[in-house]
């Protein structure tokens, strides 16, 4: 068996013949200094990857705010993330929105594009194909934003790479669960 390819933590050891996941942990915290480093904390202790965090204050009166986070592992690995976040005394509720399903989530990225020519009406025509806004312009650049799905932006981003991609900037993904009903505070 080649250890190499199996993640640095022993929490992985038992776990070795089931399937990596992602998922996206939604994670209702009060909003105080020192709280997201000990949510980040918790997943660099224990040798958890994080592919994504966006974070902002939702609720100013209450003084409370929303961590999103994308991790991978196994089945076990999530959950046993899901439940440590939520004994922490900072943290309101946890939700898994992979588990519950149906939910809505987007990305920001601001991508700036270098180029003359066909290969700047080419960005553009993408551009529009995309439904990328153009943000700022200069007669050798366009910085476009783009919302969507990850893979879309991935796609976009691929797509401006042989047209004189320069440089790119993106929030991290954004997400929140279909109908009435909120997370718990």
Known sequence: MNMQSQPASAYFLDDRKQAIET?????????????????????????YN????????TEHEAHVSRITIVTSGTRNVIEQIRAQLDRMVPVHS????????NAIERELALIKVAGKGEKRMEALRLADAFRA??????????????????????????????LGLVEVSRTGIAAISRGPEGMKI
């Open 23 to 47: 998922h996206t942990l939604c994670v209702v915290v009060d909003n105080e200094p020192g709280v997201l480093a000990r949510v980040i904390g918790l997943f660099s202790g224990r040798g």
């Open 50 to 57: 994080i592919d994504s965090l966006t974070v902002s204050e």
């Open 94 to 101: 946890v939700a898994d929105l992979t588990v519950q399903g």
């Open 133 to 162: 806004r153009v943000i700022d312009a200069t007669t050798e650049s366009f910085v476009f934003e783009l919302t969507g799905k990850t893979s879309k932006v991935d796609q976009f981003i691929s797509l401006m790479q042989p």
